[in-house]
């Protein structure tokens, strides 16, 4: 009982922080959506209610736009997850001096800061699509390896000599063996790295120019550009539908045991 | 395999190697190659009122964050006995948020708040962001051993904060140093939610650099990118280095 109450008080701050900055966030974004625009005085009418900027977004006007963002989070996902793999492989039996060069090497570019990626990227590439995702690409690896090893590290790889000794040919190996255990773990990072690409701001609104346009820079430029913040809000919970649903997919081929 | 790791690895560091190559022309229009070399834009971007103010801005507000979220992480580690449970979900949704989303349903907060205290609003928020990664290092210390050890200490008749204070916190040094380090960098380099919370003339470096980034880059932007990026490298490298060398 005491060991419950003490636990209850040190998980508490955590959670009461999430719950105070995430929730009410959260409940403002919804109702800030169902506002009226001020028309020139302030942002938005405090006391209106109208469906307005959804039907809004979702009128053919908002089609490209969103199915622009979708494919674009498709797109970093499939960037991502060969890269994210790449990096994160060898990396999964080393220990000591190795491990920590190698997690400095993978994080290097999100501990460098953005600026620095960004500034090459925008000096090296003409503005588009290509070096938009090309930028998301670099800012999303880290992380999506970061997870990969973590996952990585926690299966015992010994198995796949042991397949092998067991008479197993080597691509039996990967597709019995060694891709069902990684599997989890390769769900779990695709659906991260969809869900950032889907959010994806800093590639697109700095190297994606006119035609690079995605929901979060869009919300972006109703909000500071066009003083349109009800509908700014509106695509924030259009794309927290959208990144919701992709983590609730249902993973395919994972049973209860292996999920991650 | 090793191959394809150092391939990887070379096209993800390329553009910081182009940027810092960058950072030394003396030329104010980017050509490369560069041939002579120059500290000029490192001068201007150290001098600058502007960007030294916003710099230290965002040092003071990372060093909040981080000091945050590492206070955070003990206290969750310790009652997840550092396996991942339930509660982690929770933990992490702020990371797995899309940030504009978020930033945009913080503004109206914000527009709530008095004068003068966006500030630490953003603080908290980068902290919850900077948060899973302190949880993840110092999780991996609190363990079975680290609870025997404070369970022994008690039985030898210390009380819980001597043990805490005499046995608990040298042990977990090592991890709270690389996570306060690691979460501070990500929050000194944080950029969505600066942009959308600070006010004029309260901006940190992220959000100051933005304008020039997305209209006329100049050769200071490089400077600072390369000045960040190795003072980042180098906090990162040792907070890791560090935690490497104690964690067996």
């Known amino acids: 009982m005491r060991s419950t109450r003490s636990n209850a008080w040190l998980a508490g701050p955590a959670l009461a922080l999430v719950a105070l900055l995430v929730v009410p966030s959260m409940v403002l974004l919804v109702r800030l959506s169902l506002c009226q625009p001020a028309y020139g005085v302030g942002f938005y009418r405090a006391d209106s209610f109208t469906w307005e900027n959804f039907t809004r977004l979702l009128s053919p006007e908002f089609a490209p736009l969103i199915g622009f963002t979708c494919l674009f989070g498709l797109a970093v996902m499939a960037g991502v997850l060969p890269l994210a793999w790449l990096l994160a492989w060898p990396l999964r039996a080393s220990g000591g001096g190795r491990l920590m060069i190698g997690l400095l090497v993978l994080l290097a570019p ?37 997870v990969l090893l973590v996952h990585l590290r926690g299966i015992d790889w010994t198995v796949l000599a042991a ?98 | 395999m090793r191959l394809l790791w150092i391939a990887a690895t070379l096209l993800m560091m390329a553009p910081l190697v182009v940027t810092l190559w960058l950072s030394f ?51 969750a580690a310790w009652v997840s006995r550092g396996k991942a449970s339930a509660w982690w979900a929770l933990y992490l949704l702020p990371a797995c948020l899309p940030q504009v989303a978020w930033a945009m349903g913080l503004l109206p907060m914000a527009g709530a708040l008095p004068e003068g205290s966006r500030l630490c609003l953003l603080v908290v928020a980068q902290a919850l962001l900077g948060f899973p990664v302190a949880l993840l290092l110092i999780g991996l210390r609190v363990d079975a051993a680290f609870r025997m050890l404070l369970a022994a200490a008690a039985d030898l008749g210390a009380s819980p904060a001597q043990a805490w204070w005499r046995v608990g916190l040298p042990r977990l040094f090592p991890a709270v140093a690389a996570a306060f380090l690691l979460a501070a960098t990500l929050a000194f380099h944080e950029p969505v939610l600066c942009l959308f919370l600070c006010q004029p003339g309260e901006e940190t470096l992220p959000a100051l650099v933005w304008p020039t980034l997305r209209s006329s880059l100049t050769p200071v932007v490089a400077a600072l990118a390369s000045l960040t990026m190795g003072c980042g490298l180098v906090i990162a490298g040792w907070a890791l280095g560090v935690f490497g060398r104690w964690f067996r």
């Open chain 1, 110 to 146: 999100r501990l460098a800061g953005m600026l620095a990626p960004l500034v090459a990227l925008r000096l090296l590439l003409p503005r588009g699509v290509v070096s938009a995702w090309l930028a998301e690409v670099f800012l999303i690896t880290p992380y999506a390896a970061l």
């Open chain 1, 163 to 260: 397949a092998r000794g067991l008479g197993a040919r080597d691509w039996q190996v990967w597709s019995r063996v060694g891709l069902p255990l990684a599997w989890p773990g390769l769900w779990l990072v695709g659906q991260l790295a969809l869900g950032w690409g889907l959010g994806a701001f800093l590639g697109p609104d700095i190297l994606g120019g006119p035609i690079g346009r995605t929901l979060a820079t869009d919300l972006h430029h109703q909000a500071f550009d066009n003083s349109r913040w009800p509908l700014a809000a509106a695509e924030g919970v259009l794309l927290l539908v959208l990144v919701g649903a992709v983590y609730l997919i249902r993973p395919f081929g994972l049973t209860r045991e292996n999920h991650p």
């Open chain 2, 25 to 75: 022309s003396p030329d104010p229009f980017f050509t490369l190659p560069v041939s002579d070399w120059s500290v000029r834009w490192f001068t201007q971007a150290v001098t600058g009122e502007q960007w030294r103010q916003a710099f230290f801005r965002s040092l003071w507000m990372a060093g909040l964050s981080g000091a945050l979220a590492v206070g955070l992480a003990i206290a």
